[in-house]
Nanobody
Framework: QVQLVESGGGVVQAGGSLKLSCAAS????????MGWYRQVPGKQREWVAS???????HYTDSVKGRFTISRDNSENTVCLQMNNLKPEDTAVYYC????????????????WGPGTQVTVSS
């Protein structure tokens, strides 16, 4: 199994910055796409950003130019630098990773972290 743990959430004023980190551990054979989602109570979980093993990045339109996703393949970590935060960015942020595990290296499974709260006050 693979465990993901997020850190770095908190409360910030509009216009401020936060950096979220996510560390993957466990019986990892390889990590493929890693990314971040967010969810507001009563709404569906929303994709925010993702990055491939090669470092290709993708962002949802609402965060382009403000958020930067990065990963360290040697440390099995992915980060999300969030700048110029807006009240509408308030949500629980979840890290996810598509990973294969030792003993079953050909299959990819999706794993999720427990989430970290980000609150942006106006």
């Amino acid at each position: 199994q693979v465990q993901l743990v997020e850190s770095g959430g908190g409360v910030v004023q509009a216009g401020g910055s936060l950096k979220l980190s996510c560390a993957a551990s466990g019986s990892i054979s390889s990590l493929a796409v890693m990314g971040w989602y967010r969810q507001v109570p009563g709404k569906q979980r929303e994709w925010v950003a993702s990055t491939t093993t090669a470092g290709t990045t993708h962002y949802t339109d609402s965060v382009k130019g403000r958020f930067t996703i990065s990963r360290d393949n040697s440390e099995n970590t992915v980060c999300l630098q969030m700048n110029n935060l807006k009240p509408e960015d308030t949500a629980v942020y979840y890290c996810n990773a598509d990973a294969s595990i030792r003993g079953d290296p050909k299959e990819l499974y999706r794993y999720w972290g427990p989430g970290t709260q980000v609150t942006v006050s106006s």
